[in-house]
């Protein structure tokens, strides 16, 4: 059951004309009150042919004209309105039961609260089989005005009640972190100038595509309106940016003037000081080592960032942090994948928003490796090849899983259902992806020989899975990827267990894929040489013993050995 309460309005009338009317298409049935403050002597248009709307209207607003007259100074958002529906399943409700439910709403509202005899006026309008609308005027009998401060939760606690009392379809409890709901007005312009999406909606879409390309708020709307979108900021009067405003081309309000919204009435993450925490955290000054053996590509890198959401998932303000990064990165995905995935990928973006925020801070500081990866990405000016991509989109179906998980252990209903949905598309997608990779690689398996010596090692590095892994179909292009990995100079018994280790096979599908993904991306580069290590070190040391420095040229004693794997052809 869902109760909507809307924006507070100052004609009693008006509202009263759309409750009784005919709808927008003649959807309004048998129009007519099933509860209100005082049943008795209540003028109900629907029901008696000598009540009028004027009547009613009147009648509910009579302790406003008496406040009016008393303070000299009119109120013009008296007027309280809150459609109940339930869901499309659910039985139709008679009329005791649906006035039972309006008058546990307006207790929870603080429009009527129990045994108040000096409460607000109010009415139940029943015109469909599955909603009412409870309209009320917000001055109370003795003149003051309700308090109706967090109403809105008040109100969702008692329809998760209701949802038990009747048997309805129980909804998840709001956190306050959901975006805004369109108004009617929103989706009657939308359809009438045949936009697929609302405004608000439209603009939180590009919005979130934009914030992956951003390393600042001011580049952020730079980007945006770029991107062709209506932006206006605001600035103090050091020229400081102290918000934003933006708005989409051609919503125009009855004068031709643009139509702009703000980054908080948008969604509640995109206020310009939730963006600037997220886009404008320095990153720690990178070891000369690490910028060394970053990987080769973006895409390499995205999947190593990855692994940083596992280890920062302890602390609640690092986990959230790592999450909403995560998203980004999803998001960049979505946009630099080949076309034949970006539908689904789209759609995982679209539905992990939800999943990016929480009532929990984050310590965006602690996300900057995978937010870095998630700009690379975005940066990158080739796309990856089919082995990088498959890993990739593995990884972030982990990822994804281990968010999901994080949010159900912290009671977050609605951002597991929408790690859910995401990982729905996200898996479909890893799965077209991975599909010519495991076909090539089976294409080319190694011997019968050396399959059982690679059977062997995956019975001794993760025997509780050796058997779903060497039945899953895909077992033929992982012993490829383990012969390929150990021509490199790698342990294909140790890869099994590193792999093993990053990700937990309980739950995989099918372990071989997942293995697949993961160990080529681990050995994609040829294991280093330790005898070769060894006399380079010593090298090294001879060098600075001598006073030669990093200019030493003399060999060292013990000749180097090169291994016949890595040995260049003639």
């Known amino acids: 059951m869902i109760a909507a309460i809307k924006q507070a309005g100052s004609n009693t009338r008006g509202l009263l004309a759309y409750l009784y009317g005919p709808g927008q298409h003649d959807e309004h049935n048998d129009p007519h009150i099933v509860a209100s403050f005082a049943m008795l002597g209540m003028p109900d248009p629907g029901r008696d042919q000598d009540a009028t709307l004027t009547q009613l209207a009147h009648h509910l607003d009579e302790p406003v004209y008496l406040r009016n007259s008393e303070f000299g100074r009119k109120i013009t958002d008296h007027v ?4 109940v529906r339930t869901a499309p399943e659910d039985r139709h409700l008679s009329d005791a039961e649906w006035a039972d439910i309006a008058q546990r709403i307006v207790e929870a509202a603080g429009i009527a ?3 108040d005899d000096l409460a607000c006026r109010w009415i139940a309008v029943r015109h469909a089989d599955d909603h009412i609308h409870i309209l009320a005027t917000t001055v109370r009998e003795d003149g003051r005005r309700p308090k109706l401060h967090d109403s809105g939760i008040r109100v969702g606690d008692a329809c998760r009640q209701i949802e038990k009392t009747y048997g309805l379809r129980q909804l998840k409890k709001g956190d306050r972190t959901a975006e805004r709901r369109p108004t009617q007005a929103e989706m009657h312009k939308a359809e009438r100038l045949g936009w697929e999406q609302t405004s608000r909606a439209w603009l939180q879409d590009r919005i979130r595509a934009a914030i992956p390309h951003a390393s600042s708020a001011e580049e952020l709307l730079a980007y945006l309106q770029a991107d062709g979108m209506a932006v206006k900021p605001r600035r103090g009067p050091s020229g400081d ?11 125009l309000n009855k004068d031709g003037a643009q139509i702009f919204h703000p980054g908080g009435k948008i969604a509640p993450d995109l206020t310009l000081p939730k963006l600037k925490a997220r886009l404008e955290t320095t990153a720690p000054e990178e070891h000369p080592t690490a910028r060394r053996n970053r990987p080769t590509t973006p895409w390499h890198q995205a999947t190593d960032a990855l692994d940083t959401l596992h280890t920062g998932i302890a602390d609640d303000t690092h986990a959230q942090a790592h999450i909403t990064a ?3 990165l999803i998001e960049a995905t979505a946009q630099k994948a080949p076309a034949h995935l970006y539908a689904e990928l789209r759609a995982a973006s679209k539905a992990f928003a939800r999943a990016q925020r929480s009532q929990i801070r984050a310590e965006n500081q602690a996300a900057h490796i995978l937010r870095e990866a998630a700009r690379d990405v975005t940066h990158t000016a080739t796309g990856p090849d089919g082995s990088a991509l498959a890993a990739l989109l593995t990884a972030l179906v982990w990822a994804t899983i281990v968010a999901g998980r994080w949010h159900e252990a912290k009671g977050h209903a609605h951002q597991v259902e929408a790690a ?3 990982l729905h598309h996200l898996k479909t997608a890893a799965d077209v992806a991975l599909a010519p990779v495991v076909d090539s690689l089976a294409a080319r398996q190694p011997s019968d020989h050396a399959r059982r010596t690679l059977a062997h090692d995956v019975r001794a590095a993760i025997p509780d899975h050796a058997d779903r892994i060497l039945a899953d179909s895909a077992w033929l292009a992982l012993a490829t990827v383990l012969a390929d990995a150990e021509a490199g100079g790698h342990k ?6 590193e792999a093993a280790a990053q990700r937990e096979l309980t739950t995989a599908r099918q372990p071989a894929r997942v293995l697949i993904t993961r160990i080529q991306h681990t050995s994609r580069n040829p294991a280093p040489n330790p005898r070769a290590e060894a006399a380079r070190l010593r090298t090294t040391t001879r060098a600075h013993a001598t006073g030669l420095g990093t200019y030493a040229t003399q060999p060292a004693t013990t000749p180097v050995t090169v291994n016949p794997i890595n040995r260049p052809r003639m």
């Open 113 to 115: 609260p129990p045994e």
């Open 492 to 497: 294909p018994h140790q890869l099994l267990k």
């Open 420 to 422: 859910r949905q995401s």
């Open 80 to 83: 309280w309105h809150c459609p």
């Open 241 to 251: 940016l102290l918000g934003y405003a933006v708005g989409r081309p051609g919503d």
């Open 326 to 328: 995560l998203g980004e």
